[in-house]
């Protein structure tokens, strides 16, 4: 059923029974020697093309690929459209690898046609911090759909990944693969709702009118919790405390230092957005909240091109429950101009989504990890990682 998949260190459907399998690694390391030293083949026409995300043009490019070709609904109503400045922040994170941005390019045209990326992560799995790759943006022209090329883009990047002598990887999927470690659902909060319906992401509920709807989502001018504001750069140190003690509750999740919170949480416009809670009294860091922009292009709209989303990140409450804490964010993105709010059922999630007028989305998203076995895989609340 799976030609590839069924040839590669994942869990396999046929193994879901065997308790006699260990958790960690499927397979052990191979000396680097053995790695493979060269790329593996290309159709004629296609040759590999390592990107430089410092070169503007290729930077249009890749984006352009994506915006084109990327990811789409079931119903191919909208297309992710992440920008440029969010391509460059998600792949150039501390000590990112220039040979994991992966591009296809077809010999005579120059043309970007397909793409593959890998960043290195440190991330948990009980007690088992692994350096791992984090998988993301695999993308096929839709003229060269199922031509077995993703198989190849994924062997290349693996390849890769082992000449750093990294051996694991995380990725996501909307499609079921060989096996996922947790399956989650989207949950939207509208901010915009007319123009979510008149897009077609949403419809009116029965015995609901617009008025009523549009009074239904209102939220207030500004936050409501004392001392809420934004992250700055003095706050590195205190956000990596609260994360990391808040982290540590999870079965799987990412183990950041301060450069990796820098990276991945200091606010950077229109890409991602960071607010905390400093005690008016003690000056203390109690709370934390987090999310980042992604556009989705409006397929075959009229009124309507885009649709700007904001998607929950990291979140921490020591001191403001979650779901004021989340609730001042939706404020802060309506204030922004955001559409919809979405988050996934992972972390507590689950706490404020109903209360705070979140609906559940159709489509699915599975969280997969290759070269490691997670035996009965775990629940969505049990998940301390969000990727791009
Ligand atoms: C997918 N999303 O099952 P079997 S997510 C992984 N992730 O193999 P072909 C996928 N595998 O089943 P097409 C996949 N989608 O025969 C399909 N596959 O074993 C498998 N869409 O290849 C599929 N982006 O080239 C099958 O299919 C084989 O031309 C078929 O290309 C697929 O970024 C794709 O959804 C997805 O651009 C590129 O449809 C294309 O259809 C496309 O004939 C729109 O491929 C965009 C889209 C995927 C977003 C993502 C995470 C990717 C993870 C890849 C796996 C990484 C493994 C870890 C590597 C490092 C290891 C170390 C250490
Ligand atoms: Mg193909």
New binding site residues.
């Given amino acids: ?8 260190p ?1 869990g396999q459907f046929r193994d879901a029974a065997d308790s006699s399998l260990p958790d960690g690694a499927i397979e052990p390391p191979t000396p680097l020697s053995e790695v493979r030293a060269d790329p593996y083949p290309l159709p004629a026409a296609f040759e590999w093309y390592t990107c430089d995300l410092d070169d503007d043009a290729l930077l249009t490019d890749l984006y352009a690929l994506l915006a084109h ?4 609904d079931d119903e191919n109503m909208f297309r992710f459209n992440y920008s440029p400045a969010f391509l460059r922040w998600a792949l150039r994170p501390p000590s990112f690898f220039r040979a994991w941005h992966i591009g296809v390019r077809a010999r005579e045209s120059k043309k970007l046609v ?1 793409f ?1 990326s ?1 960043v290195p992560a440190r991330i948990r799995a009980r007690d088992d911090v692994v350096r ?2 984090e ?8 003229k ?11 062997r290349e ?2 390849r890769r ?2 000449q750093e002598n ?4 995380a ?5 079921v ?1 060989p096996t996922p470690i947790t399956t989650c659902r989207y949950w939207h909060r509208s901010l915009n709702p007319k123009k979510l319906i008149d897009v077609g992401f949403s419809r009116l509920g029965p015995r609901m009118t617009m008025s009523r709807t549009v009074r239904l989502y209102k939220l207030p001018e500004a936050p409501l919790t004392p001392g809420f504001r934004q992250m700055e750069l003095r706050d590195v140190a205190a956000v990596t405390r609260l994360l990391r003690a808040y982290l540590a509750k999870f079965v799987v999740a990412p183990d950041f230092d301060e450069m990796d919170v820098e990276h991945w949480l200091l606010p950077r416009e229109d890409v991602v957005d960071s607010y905390l809670v400093e005690s008016p009294e003690t000056h203390e860091v109690t709370d934390f909240c987090s999310f980042y922009t992604l556009p989705s292009s409006v397929l075959n709209n009229a009124n309507y091109a885009t649709l700007k989303a904001a998607y929950s990140y990291y979140n921490v409450s020591t001191k403001t429950p979650l779901q004021q804490l989340m609730n001042d964010a939706l404020i802060v993105a309506k204030q922004k101009n955001y559409d919809v709010f979405n988050a996934l059922d992972v972390m507590e999630n689950e706490s404020f989504l109903k209360e705070l007028k979140f609906g559940p989305g159709d489509g699915q998203l599975h969280y ?1 990890l ?2 490691y076995r997670i035996r009965n895989g775990i629940k969505p609340s049990e998940l301390g990682l969000v990727l791009l």
Avoid: D
Avoid at 166 to 169: D, G, H, K, S, V
């Fill in positions: 059923r799976h030609k590839f998949w069924e040839t590669q994942v070709n990327y990811v789409e397909a593959i890998g791992m790759a998988i993301n943006f695999l993308c096929v022209h839709k060269l759909r199922s031509k077995r090329l993703a198989p190849v883009l994924i990047v693996t990944v082992h990294i051996w694991q990887a990725y996501t999927a909307g499609v693969l997969y290759y070269n």
